[in-house]
């Protein structure tokens, strides 16, 4: 692990509470989330102690390297702004893999939300022993096409572009995204990215 | 390069929203200038409540005191169920709507309860909302 990454990797997992902050979940709030798409399956859960980060413990098959592993992780809310009728947050997130301190990923992602607009961004950076890395990246932009009561459901119609490191370029695709209640279900697919897919569920 | 763009863009989202952050927060300043000219315990402020929830809420129920409380950040399900749970714990809450489109709680509270604007505040605020202002009605 380079030192400049190891760093960046310290200061994304341990990153101040000084700053701002929004719940991961809300405070006490557990979330089990399954992943699936074309580089890797997963399932995560974390649980929030406040609204201003999450820990928790993802299993993971990595389709690219076939193997199977756990990350110890945790997301942290470094900034958020709410109005009266948006609210933006800014995360850091970071992980260990179990495969021991030469795996390890590190992060950023946000969102901005009103009740008819959402968009979101991502950037993750995966290091395998210094030499298998992955840089990730995406951006989510979806319009709610009527606007729901608290407990109704809600449906989203999206766009994702992506890229990672096994692309030659950016890849955009479709999603739909449903939540009632506790219940989210969240699903693309596109003619290179095949499906992505994410379930959530929060208590 | 590419990368800081984005980030840098994304932190002026709000802005482009809208601009009630500055007027929200003078109002929030305001409701805890009262709260705390009235003891800490009620604010009255400026806040447009839905007569018609409210005594569809209120039917057949009497002893009772209910607060509306505004609150920014509210703009999603997910961002509200913590508040639902929250309030919920209160053994004194009779019942509870959330009402996303106008961003206001509306919490109904056995006439026991001694509302307290600031415990209020504190259990939005926990879970990372903002609230802006309150009234209290008893009925």
Known sequence: MGIVNFLIFLLTLFISNVVHARPVSYPGGHTFMSKSNASYDSLYYHYSPTFKYSVGIESVIDKRINKKYAYARSTRLINRMNTKSSQRNFYAQGGISSNGFGHYFYGIHGDWETRRLFSGFGIKKTV?????????????????????????????????????????????YPVLRFFKGSFLVEAGYGQNTKWDAHLMYRF | MKSIVLILAFFSLPAVANNCHTEANADHNHAHDHAQSNGGSEISANIEIDESKLKKMTAGLSNIKVAVVGVKGMVCDFCARGLEKAFKKDKLVVDLDVDLEKGQLMIVYNAEKNIDYNEISDKIIANGQEPIKMEVREI
Not at chain 1, 135 to 157: K, M, N, Q, T
């Open chain 1, 128 to 172: 395998v022993d210094d030499s298998q890395n992955d840089f990730e990246r995406f951006v989510l932009l979806g319009i709610a096409p009527y606007l729901g009561g608290y407990g109704d459901l809600h449906s989203w119609l999206m766009v994702k572009s992506m890229r990672n490191s096994a692309m030659d370029n950016w890849k955009s």
